[in-house]
């Protein structure tokens, strides 16, 4: 009887969602939410300032 | 045996860790003294802009929009959503907090911090207003302020990730974390992102006004700042939306219509809800248009998305618990049959309302390239961000604080009429003013501008009539928000110090940060919170109709303003 429980339990921890891991995982959302923005506004945006010709 | 550190309430069933609670009382009331501060120079501010009083000379005006800039948009917001964080991790996971005495150096840090940079204000040579532009330059303790009260807060944040794994350690909780503490978590991501960036550009230009660096590009300071000054009001997006969820549950016993979408709209706030800052950039040059037009359209509509999903989940679940009790007559039952009187749901339903409305759409105008041009950086923008942080945020805090007052501070609220009647006369004021101004705006009046007409210079500049006429209306709304912004404060510190007792442990220490007496702390370890029971919602996710026509009202609102904008926008830049 205890096997068949743990068996069950396994089998509900393995059946966890990939999305609901992702969203479980406040470390892997604090990784996308600085590289995000980290990426598509400051370094993107900072790479197009530092590329304007520099006044001669 | 190990020692008792939690105590139930009894009203509510939440469970407070001893420090923790105190950690949150202490951010709370040091929030409330920046809001009474920023307020009070608000009015200043507003009356100044009123053309029949114009008060403050110019001098006074741009120290006076300095200090209400910050202290309200930074110290007050931030050092309440501190207190939010502590009580979404420890109370509603019954969890003790990770490393309370980093708390309190964080909390010391926020306080030196924002005391330096008022100090820098009120000595007069740092009006440099909050976005503090170089080469404008500001004394440097008004950087090192900055700096240290960033600091602060990013330790407040990492103690309540520490908070999360401890709870998941000692295993406080089944399944997910509930969704409160799920959107504080999104807070505090985005408030972990925005002070870094704030550090990026913040520590070279404290250097830069002690002479160590010669000088910074105005548009890298102007592109890194933004990510600290626009997402900064994020946190406080996600940080309120994370309130209305709690307000929901609280008073009517709401649960979320569906966990999965409320959550990947959260998601979609991490991911994306930063790169809005970019529309602070759109008239300048030396970004590319793909830049811009990626990181406010494209990316910056996925968290429309998501605000728009949290729009209609929340007073949707609402009127799902509603009808339940038996409110099922018409479309707005549900809603007229609502606790009004109650300002803890009058706060929060009227802040949902004017952020969606008003903010809401008026943001997505802002974030148009093209329609931006027509009300870049005039007084539309502060007329956009009354809408959403001073009634979205602000007026969402007042709400949740009438309900903090009985239950963590363990007073009674004073003044019941007056509470009544606060969020109508906060909100309203507000409301009068944002109208106002984004009208004033549409017709070209500037931001932060003592003298529009530019009354002694040689060229003179005179406005259309309404313009004025707006502007006084506007003032007249600054006024009145004004008055109920400090009927809350009275409210709120007259309730700490004069309101009756809920628990003989409470006394007047307790209000302001120091624990309750020893003997309110009675429980070692609160029991598990449990998984929530599914629910089968059936009706084919039809039961919340009236939130249904309230999401198609405000679509249409939202067609017609773009349209209007877009028609006007033809009309002054005429192509071909």
């Keep these: 009887m205890q096997k068949n429980d743990n068996q069950e339990s396994t089998q509900e921890e393995e059946a966890v969602p990939g999305m609901q891991q992702l969203l479980d995982n406040p470390f892997m959302l604090l990784f996308l939410g600085v590289m995000f923005p980290t990426v598509f506004y400051i370094l993107w945006g900072i790479m197009e300032i530092i590329s304007i010709p520099a006044v001669k | ?576």
Aim: hydrophobic share 55%; net charge positive.
């Design chain 2, 1 to 576: 045996m190990a020692a008792k550190m939690f105590r139930q309430c009894p009203d509510s069933g939440l469970f407070f860790h001893k420090s923790a609670e105190s950690l949150m009382k202490a951010h709370a009331v040091l929030g409330v003294v920046y809001l009474l501060v920023g307020g009070f120079l608000g009015l200043l501010v507003a009356l100044t802009r009123m053309p029949s009083l114009h008060l403050l000379s110019a001098e006074d005006f741009y120290l006076a929009l300095s200090i209400h800039g910050t202290a309200i948009l930074i110290f007050w917001i931030i050092f309440f959503e501190m207190a939010v964080l502590y009580f979404a991790a420890s109370t509603l996971l019954r969890c003790r907090p990770a490393t309370p005495a980093f708390g309190w150096l964080g909390f010391l840090l926020m306080v030196i911090g924002s005391t330096l940079v008022m100090v820098a204000f009120f000595r007069g040579n740092s009006s440099v207003m909050f976005t503090s532009y170089v080469p404008m330059p500001a004394e440097p303790i008004f950087y090192l302020g900055l700096i240290l009260f960033a600091v602060g807060a990013l330790i407040g944040c990492f103690i309540f990730l520490g908070t999360l794994v401890i709870a998941k350690q000692e295993k406080t909780y089944d399944g997910s974390v509930p969704l409160v503490t799920f959107g504080a978590l999104t807070a505090a991501i985005i408030a972990i992102f925005t002070i870094a960036s704030g550090a990026v550009i913040l520590i070279p230009t404290w250097l830069w006004s002690l002479g160590f660096i010669n000088h910074i590009d105005p548009l890298m300071y102007r592109t890194v700042w933004w990510a600290l000054g626009h997402s900064s009001q994020q946190i406080n997006v996600a940080a309120h939306v994370s309130i209305w969820y709690a307000i929901a549950a609280i008073l009517f016993g709401a649960r979320p219509m569906s966990e999965k979408v409320s959550r990947t709209a959260f998601l979609l706030y991490i991911l994306f809800l930063q790169l809005a800052s970019a529309h602070h950039i759109l008239a300048d040059p030396g970004v590319s248009s793909t830049w811009k037009v990626f990181n406010t359209s494209y990316a910056m509509y996925l968290a429309v998305l998501a605000s728009m999903v949290h729009g209609l989940t929340v007073p949707g679940c609402i009127e799902v618990a509603q009808r339940k009790k038996g409110f099922n007559n018409g479309l707005f039952e549900w809603l007229k049959k609502a606790p009004w009187a109650n300002p803890v749901f009058s706060g929060m339903f009227i802040a949902m309302i004017i952020f969606g409305f008003i903010g809401g759409i008026t943001g997505v105008v802002m974030g148009t390239e093209q329609i931006n041009l027509i009300i870049h950086n005039t007084i539309f923008v502060p007329g956009h961000f009354h809408a959403t942080v001073a009634v979205g945020t602000t007026l969402t805090f007042m709400a949740i604080t009438y309900f903090l007052i009985p239950v963590l501070f363990r007073r009674e609220l004073i003044w019941p009429t007056a509470c009544k009647w606060q969020p109508y006369i906060f909100g309203g004021g507000m409301l009068i003013l944002s109208l106002f101004l984004l009208g004033a705006g549409t017709l070209g009046v500037p931001r932060r501008h003592w003298d529009i007409n530019f009354s002694d210079a040689l060229l003179q500049f005179q406005f259309a009539g309404t313009a004025i006429t707006m502007l006084g209306i506007a003032g007249f709304g600054g006024f009145l928000a004004a008055v109920g912004g400090a009927l809350f404060c009275l409210i709120a510190v007259g309730s700490l110090v004069f309101g009756k007792r809920l628990d003989p442990g409470a006394s007047l220490f307790s209000s302001f940060g120091f624990p309750m007496a020893s003997s309110c702390y009675n429980v070692e370890r609160p029991g598990k919170l449990g998984l929530a029971p599914v629910e089968q919602t059936g009706d084919g996710g039809v039961q919340a109709k009236g939130t249904f026509v309230l999401a198609l009202v405000f679509l249409a609102s939202f067609v017609v303003y773009f349209f209007i904008n877009a028609k006007y926008l033809s009309s002054i830049w005429p192509m071909g």
